[in-house]
């Protein structure tokens, strides 16, 4: 059986080390020692100013809604993971979806502007299985209509834009560390801005609102994270650059290997270095990609339709239109691609595949 993603699981006894630790202190939470390290060394590795390590990356999106003071309407993408649109439900606001790019999957940032009311406090987007949207366009047109821009940047690490993290361009980007993604801690998040002052609020948030020992000055949460997801995380950090270039091997040796499969591969932001976390094809038509679907299922392959469905039709939200999104959503599937995917196994899957086109 070959799943769509495995786990990364680092070398068990570096994991156990930091857990004796954890053990001899007796301290497994509330903002601990590996906590603190994870949250330095994050930091220092991708070159941020500001690194708060919570829960997980949908309450880091919920605290970023709630520290930057959202109300009301707010502009999104129909092309995500639920937990983007969820997550702003959850928080009262309701989602305006904006229709995509079929190309690079991000916002189409041209729908934006048509999509601006006095009701829009603003945007929060996601750079798609790592490319990063057309970051500059969204930055003027939030200028120039006061808003806040918010990225939902869950498959982010290790991606730079121009040089920097990714994580470094809008009012706040949010991570996810979920088990899942390339880099991760089994559960967790990130939330990361250029502002000390918004640092400070969200770190005394995430804590319940603590703002000193006995005292509270403002309503919080507990987005705290514990030491033994710290621990993993420090764990697999020390291992984030065998993973990277694994996964950029094995990135274009699917490449290669579907150059007769009629399918498109996701148009990257020319300003990117990549961290190659999935491997979407799109198909001319979900007939095909159900056709190809079944013959990997029958021959234990499993892939996963992501995204999909797309978001506008979720049955909690009003009901807008997104032709592109919908397309995309219905053509769409991510092929296996974790660290311990064989170089023969990724031949199997390109063989499956160019078969099951030419039956
Ligand atoms: C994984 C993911 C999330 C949710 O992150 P969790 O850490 O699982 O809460 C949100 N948005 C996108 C795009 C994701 O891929």
């Given at each position: 059986m070959?799943?769509?993603?495995?786990?990364?699981?680092?070398?068990?006894?570096?994991?156990?080390?930091?857990?004796?630790?954890i053990?001899?202190?007796?301290?497994?939470?509330?903002?601990?020692?590996?906590?603190?390290?994870?949250?330095?060394?994050?930091?220092?590795?991708?070159?941020?100013?500001?690194?708060?390590?919570?829960?997980?990356?949908?309450?880091?999106?919920?605290?970023?809604?709630?520290?930057?003071g959202?109300?009301?309407?707010?502009?999104?993408?129909p092309?995500?993971?639920v937990?983007?649109t969820?997550?702003?439900?959850?928080?009262?606001?309701?989602?305006?979806?904006?229709?995509?790019?079929?190309?690079?999957?991000?916002?189409?940032?041209?729908?934006?502007?048509?999509?601006?009311?006095?009701?829009?406090?603003g945007?929060?987007?996601?750079?798609?299985?790592?490319?990063?949207?057309?970051?500059?366009?969204?930055?003027r047109?939030?200028k120039?209509h006061?808003?806040?821009?918010?990225?939902?940047?869950?498959?982010?690490?290790?991606?730079?834009?121009?040089?920097?993290?990714?994580?470094?361009?809008g009012?706040?980007?949010?991570?996810?560390?979920?088990?899942?993604?390339l880099?991760?801690t089994?559960?967790?998040?990130?939330?990361i801005?250029q502002?000390?002052e918004?640092?400070?609020?969200?770190?005394?948030?995430?804590?319940?609102?603590?703002?000193?020992?006995?005292?509270?000055?403002?309503?919080?949460?507990?987005?705290?994270?514990?030491?033994?997801?710290?621990a993993?995380?420090?764990?697999v950090?020390?291992?984030?650059?065998?993973?990277?270039s694994?996964?950029?091997e094995?990135?274009?040796?699917?490449?290669?290997?579907?150059?007769g499969?009629?399918?498109?591969?996701?148009?990257?932001?020319?300003?990117?270095e990549?961290?190659?976390?999935?491997?979407?094809v799109?198909?001319s038509?979900?007939?095909?990609?159900?056709?190809?679907?079944?013959?990997l299922?029958?021959?234990?392959?499993?892939?996963?339709?992501?995204?999909?469905?797309?978001?506008n039709?979720?049955?909690?939200?009003?009901?807008?239109?997104?032709?592109?999104?919908?397309?995309?959503?219905?053509?769409?599937?991510?092929?296996p691609?974790?660290?311990?995917?064989a170089?023969?196994?990724?031949?199997?899957?390109?063989r499956?595949?160019?078969?099951?086109?030419?039956?």
């Amino acid at each position: 059986m070959i799943p769509v993603t495995k786990p990364y699981l680092p070398p068990q006894n570096e994991y156990i080390s930091l857990v004796n630790e954890i053990w001899k202190r007796n301290w497994i939470t509330n903002n601990g020692p590996l906590v603190n390290k994870l949250e330095l060394d994050i930091k220092e590795y991708l070159g941020l100013k500001h690194f708060l390590y919570v829960t997980n990356g949908t309450i880091a999106i919920q605290m970023a809604y709630k520290l930057l003071g959202l109300s009301g309407k707010i502009i999104t993408t129909p092309f995500s993971y639920v937990a983007t649109t969820s997550s702003a439900v959850w928080e009262g606001l309701e989602p305006v979806f904006c229709d995509i790019d079929p190309k690079t999957f991000n916002v189409n940032p041209d729908s934006i502007e048509e999509k601006i009311t006095k009701e829009i406090s603003g945007i929060l987007v996601t750079h798609v299985f790592g490319n990063p949207c057309d970051i500059e366009k969204i930055e003027r047109i939030a200028k120039k209509h006061n808003l806040k821009i918010i990225y939902d940047a869950s498959h982010c690490f290790g991606v730079m834009y121009k040089g920097k993290s990714v994580y470094q361009y809008g009012d706040i980007s949010t991570a996810s560390f979920h088990a899942t993604k390339l880099f991760h801690t089994i559960e967790g998040g990130g939330i990361i801005t250029q502002s000390s002052e918004l640092t400070r609020e969200l770190a005394e948030a995430r804590n319940f609102g603590h703002d000193g020992f006995d005292k509270f000055g403002r309503v919080g949460i507990n987005g705290k994270n514990s030491e033994f997801h710290a621990a993993m995380g420090l764990t697999v950090l020390n291992h984030f650059e065998a993973i990277l270039s694994t996964r950029k091997e094995q990135f274009n040796y699917y490449v290669e290997k579907l150059r007769g499969l009629e399918v498109t591969f996701q148009k990257l932001n020319e300003n990117v270095e990549y961290n190659y976390g999935y491997f979407p094809v799109v198909f001319s038509s979900e007939k095909q990609l159900l056709k190809s679907k079944e013959m990997l299922e029958d021959n234990g392959v499993y892939c996963r339709r992501y995204f999909y469905p797309s978001l506008n039709k979720l049955s909690y939200v009003k009901e807008q239109e997104c032709n592109m999104a919908e397309s995309l959503a219905s053509r769409i599937l991510c092929l296996p691609l974790y660290h311990e995917l064989a170089k023969e196994e990724q031949d199997y899957i390109a063989r499956l595949l160019l078969r099951a086109q030419n039956n």
